[in-house]
């Protein structure tokens, strides 16, 4: 099993910048590639960046130039700078990692408000 807790999100003017934290516990040996999703009120929850374990990473792109997702501590610590940020970027950010064959780990996720 693996657990999953984010840190970071809050409450900023557009334009400002917030760093979100996920630290997983646990049998993290068998991560594989970590990510951040979010999900808008009334909408989807969508991919918002991914890094492999090798350090590959994708992202969205609404958010590609303004966040950047990072990885440290042996690779258990995911962390996702957001510069940039416009008010159509609120939404609950998630932590997600997924092991090798494939089972998904969620976040219970942070809330981030972006004002105008």
């Known amino acids: 099993q693996v657990q999953l807790v984010e840190s970071g999100g809050g409450l900023v003017q557009a334009g400002g910048s917030l760093r979100l934290s996920c630290v997983a516990s646990?049998?993290?040996?068998?991560?594989?590639?970590m990510a951040w999703y979010r999900q808008a009120r009334g909408k989807q929850r969508e991919l918002v960046a991914a890094i492999g374990r090798g350090g590959t990473t994708d992202y969205a792109d609404s958010v590609k130039g303004r966040f950047t997702i990072s990885r440290a501590n042996a690779e258990s610590t995911v962390y996702l700078q957001m510069n940039s940020l416009r008010p159509e970027d609120t939404a609950v950010y998630y932590c997600?990692?997924?092991?090798?064959?494939?089972?998904?780990?969620w976040g219970p996720g942070t809330q981030v408000t972006v004002s105008s």
């Open positions: 646990g049998s993290t040996r068998r991560l594989n590639a």
């Open positions: 997600n990692a997924r092991t090798a064959n494939y089972v998904d780990y």
